[in-house]
């Protein structure tokens, strides 16, 4: 049985020292805006090599808080991908903004930037992409664009912990960043959690409100804020973890070479990487033909796999009665994705067993197709 991801297993060589975080916390008798999220701010901060990290509840209150305290809301629109989690969505409709999807590049399925002059209008605030799966948008010519129309680029990072482009790491691309520290994730806490990373002081300040019920001093409320904060116990998890953080993806990505070595002769479809990008795998996804049988004969040899994500986010229920233009590099990705098993704790003997299945399931290339 090659399980597609086992937390258990992840966070177990990180067990003895995340009880003793638990205890040092339990016995702190402070559990909110302390000591152990305070560190965990400035280390994070230090990794991503931002000014600042504000932790927050989950990664879905990052993404909404960065919009707010950019002063985005109704009537405006935010660029977004057409093919993502929802919550990238979700965030721009909280803040009462409209989303503008775009198809993302076929091969790396990240946002294309030669789409981005179409979804342009007076209205557009902001572009956000999404580091997909782990590799960073094509993040020059996003800027480029955005300098030239006066918008501002807000990452979503939740699946890029330690990712990079031209050598700067994810979180330090753009105005301000989105994390999540779901436990799924490459940094991920033992329950929900987030992070907004920022070299904008200003702006950082604001967020602290925000984030605080609007305050930055006790029983003063500045703006109508929420309470989305990461609390002491998770703060603590991450503190932990995090030191472990570049020798796990540095597994994820020696996974990833074996399985585009393993498939080259294989007739699946590879994750392409865009020229700059260093990125951290949080998925390994393939595109297959056929894919409801593939997975069913997987899963019949015990090899576990999911789809990320089944539909494009303008075809899911919530959207559906809305206007969207057309997007079928979306709509074709949703498709014949096929997220492979890939973590820090899968071995390269589990990797070589779901090459051997996969190609005895779908049979080797044809000479000049995928
Ligand atoms: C996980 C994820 C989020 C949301 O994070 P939560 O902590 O679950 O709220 C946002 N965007 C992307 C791309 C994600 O993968």
Redesign the pocket.
Known sequence: MIEFLNLRRVNAPHEAALQAAQQRVLRSGWYILGEETAAFEADFARYCGTRHCIGVA???DA?VLILRALGIGAGDEVIVPAN??I??WLAVCQVGAQPVPVDPRPDTGNLDPARLAAALTPRTRAVMP?HLYGQTAEMEPIATFARQHGLYVVE?A??AHGARYRGARAGALGVAAGF?F?PG?NLGALG?G?AITTDDDELASRLRALRNYGSRKKYVHEFIGVNSRLDELQSAMLRVKLPALDAENAVRAQLAARYLRGLEDVAVELPATAEHCEPVWHLFVVRVDERERVQRELAARGIATLIHYPAACHRQQAFAERPWPALPVSEALAGRVLSLPISPVHTPAEIDAVIAALAEIVGPRRSGSA
């Open positions: 989950n990664g879905l993404l993502t989690f919550a990238t999404v979503d939740a699946q999540s779901y994730k929900d987030g």
